[in-house]
């Protein structure tokens, strides 16, 4: 990783991880007449603690490296749109480990949600994270009404049936079942790909990207998108549960269809530099200031965790 790189990705991560507890929030409510503080301390506990666990935070990254390559790296929100994203990937994470979904006891190396807390409250923090989200982007100051229902627009469809729920739906229902590669993909484009480039999106539309622009920034979210996946599933197979955070060979032995075991390793590691040259190719109009975007499609696809 180049010294630039990864101050980049450090100063995004510390960004982000500052902006998010005071933007969460949820300690006291104004529908009560009393405070409601201590009777909402556990929720507020437990969204913090899956909320602030670790993590690459990509997507916030994505979210400054677009606004970078298009000038407004400093543009006022956009704190405020990376940590909706965020929230919402937080919620994704929480409700995947649970017993009914991928089982999973371990998250960046700590108990998952339901571990630490118990399965109820963990279905709440999700429930909690994704409503903060989309109150978070309705709530944008100095941001005209039409520009805040285009981002809400934006992340719904990308989070819900049409994206990543319906991407969690088609991967629930493969377990046990043999996709070729053509439903693989479609599966990983909506469960993973579909927040990753919505990331994007919205950075663009929020920093007022024309149309040419939006066109090859959405085909490199494409592409990184689905290369996540891929290196997901590489990693899964040869890295190790300390260097993953998580359990290792969790989709194998769940027997879930992975990139892999459709089409070999070799194949596998292939396709993610196909996909890592195809997002290059997508910014080649783009000037230095790109280069955040052109060094998180290799981090992307290089990492071991």
């Not at 913090?48 to 543009?75: C, P």
């Not at 929100?77 to 994704?92: F, Q, R, T, W």
């Not at 118990?118 to 999700?126: H, K, N, P, Q, S």
Request: aromatic letters at 4%.
């Amino acid at each position: 990783m180049n010294p630039d790189f990864a101050d980049f990705l450090a100063n995004s991560q510390q960004r982000v991880q500052q902006a998010l507890p005071a933007l969460l929030d949820n300690t006291g409510s104004e529908y009560a007449d009393a405070d409601a503080s201590s009777s909402l301390q556990r929720l507020s506990e437990a969204s913090i603690y899956s909320l602030l666990n670790g993590g690459k935070r990509v997507r916030a990254s994505l979210v400054y490296a677009t606004a970078q390559a298009l000038g407004h790296e400093n543009k006022a929100g956009l704190d405020e749109i990376a940590s909706a994203i965020e929230m919402i990937h937080a919620y994704s994470l929480v409700h995947d480990d649970l017993p009914a979904m991928d089982d999973d006891d371990l998250r960046r190396g700590k108990p998952t949600c339901h571990i630490a807390y118990d399965e109820a409250t963990a279905i709440l923090v999700g429930d909690a994270l994704q409503a903060r989200a989309f109150e978070i982007l309705a709530t944008l100051e100095g941001v005209d009404a039409e520009t805040k229902l285009a981002l809400i627009q934006q992340l719904s469809a990308a989070a819900g049936p049409r994206g990543m729920v319906g991407g969690q739906a088609i991967d629930l229902a493969a377990v046990n079942q043999q996709l070729d590669l053509s439903a693989l993909k479609t599966m990983h484009q909506l469960k993973t790909g579909a927040l990753i480039r919505v990331s994007i999106a919205m950075s663009a539309l929020f920093c007022g990207a024309d149309e040419q622009q939006i066109a090859l920034l959405d085909r490199y979210g494409k592409a990184i998108g689905l290369s996540f996946q891929v290196q997901d599933d590489i990693i899964d197979i040869e890295s190790n549960t300390e260097t993953l955070g998580k359990t290792q060979g969790a989709d194998q032995a769940l027997n879930k269809p992975t990139f892999p075991s459709l089409l070999g390793m070799t194949e596998a590691k292939q396709l993610a530099q196909d996909l890592h040259a195809e997002a290059l190719q997508a910014l080649s109009g783009f000037d230095e200031r790109a280069a955040p975007l052109r060094d998180l499609s290799h981090y992307i696809i290089a990492r071991q965790h």
